[in-house]
């Protein structure tokens, strides 16, 4: 899909930019490829910079309740320093490395409930311009989808994901944000927990697996969210279904981590966890805290089995929703610029 648009900010007559991505998702840490083509205006212009921002659509949690935000996560210049011509067709083809972090988007080809994007930003004779913004499409690292994959075998259903802004503390995370997928137990669990929440951050080097359960409380005891991390290699081979099961089991054997009750992400941060094994350091300045809501309508049930943790579209929901959802960021993204500018 190409989203064309005039370069607004330059006039009438001004070049206009497409970009347009190779077919097929990427994974995390791979190379996104791809061409932005420009079409000469009336005039010749001084292309000074053509640079490409990874962004995407991020909740915040604060005192007030939740809010909805845009996110550069990536910027890279891939050219410029050239005359176009009037009318002169040019394409610039690119590479732009994917930080290891980047969110998945889907899984078995069913869509998440993520949005990302890749937006062009033209500059020339001395203005800049957005140019157009295309959905960026994300699949698992062979880990992360075996992990999923044994989740769903071991009757784990999905309700939703989503983007969180903020770092949890004692991981070796990067972005400032990080993503929560958001599962349904199975009967077997259901009376020790609500929901589990699994987030991947992957490095280079390998992946941390950060698993939080949102817990049932007892007669005597109220609920409480228990939380741990394990760390995998990028081509490990083990018997994933027990492994994925000894995780989930020490994470509801945790009632209370590190001796006391732990709410949201907070508990990241204890120096029981060491030191981040991927990265060059961990970020402790922001804990996530409390629980976030899943968005409307995206509960949407999972049929667990040998597919594993493959969404299930009911009646197209999903993908209506997801839909609308790039059509708000995009949307939204563009009236911020326009105030912005302002």
């Known amino acids: 899909m190409v989203f ?32 932005v083509r420009l079409r000469g205006g009336q005039a010749d212009f001084d292309v000074s910079r053509i640079t490409l921002e990874l962004v995407a659509g991020v909740e915040a949690e604060h005192e007030d309740g939740e809010s909805e935000g845009v996110v550069v996560f990536e910027r890279v210049t891939v050219g410029g320093g050239f005359r176009l011509a009037a009318e002169e067709e040019r394409d610039v083809t690119f590479g732009v490395a ?93 009376h020790l927990a609500d929901e589990i929440e699994l987030t991947f951050l992957a490095g280079p080097g390998g992946m941390e697996v950060v698993l939080e359960a949102d817990k049932r409380g007892g007669l005597f005891s109220p609920g409480h ?31 209370t981590a590190h001796g006391h009750e732990t709410h949201g992400h907070e508990a990241h941060g204890h120096e029981a966890y060491g030191h981040a094994p991927y990265g060059d350091h961990a970020h402790g300045g922001h ?34 929703e997801v839909v609308d959802e790039v059509g708000d960021f995009f949307e939204g993204d563009e009236e911020d610029e326009a105030e912005d500018e302002g």
């Open 4 to 35: 064309k648009r005039l370069l607004g900010s330059l006039g009438v007559g001004a070049p206009t930019v497409d970009t347009v991505l190779d077919p097929g998702p990427v994974r995390p840490g791979s190379t996104l490829t791809g061409q």
């Open 98 to 190: 994917l930080p290891w972090e980047t969110p998945v988007t889907e899984l078995h080809g069913q869509a998440l409930g993520i949005v990302l994007g890749v937006r062009t930003e033209l500059a020339v004779a001395g203005a800049r311009d957005a140019g157009d913004l295309d959905p960026l499409t994300v699949s698992p690292l062979p880990a992360q989808e075996a992990v999923l994959e044994a989740l769903g075998q071991l009757g784990f259903g999905f309700r939703s994901a989503d983007l969180e802004y903020g770092h949890i503390g004692g991981t070796g995370q990067r972005l400032p944000f990080y993503q929560e997928i958001e599962l349904t137990p199975p009967p077997r669990y259901a």
């Open 225 to 255: 969210d228990a939380l741990t991390r394990f760390s995998v290699g990028h081509d490990e081979e083990r018997d994933w279904n027990a492994t994925v099961e000894d995780w989930i089991r020490q994470l509801l054997e945790s009632r």
């Open 287 to 320: 804990h996530h805290e409390g629980h976030h809501r899943s968005g409307p309508g995206m509960g949407t049930a999972v049929a667990a089995g040998a597919a594993g943790l493959a969404v299930g579209v009911a009646g197209g929901m999903v993908a209506a």
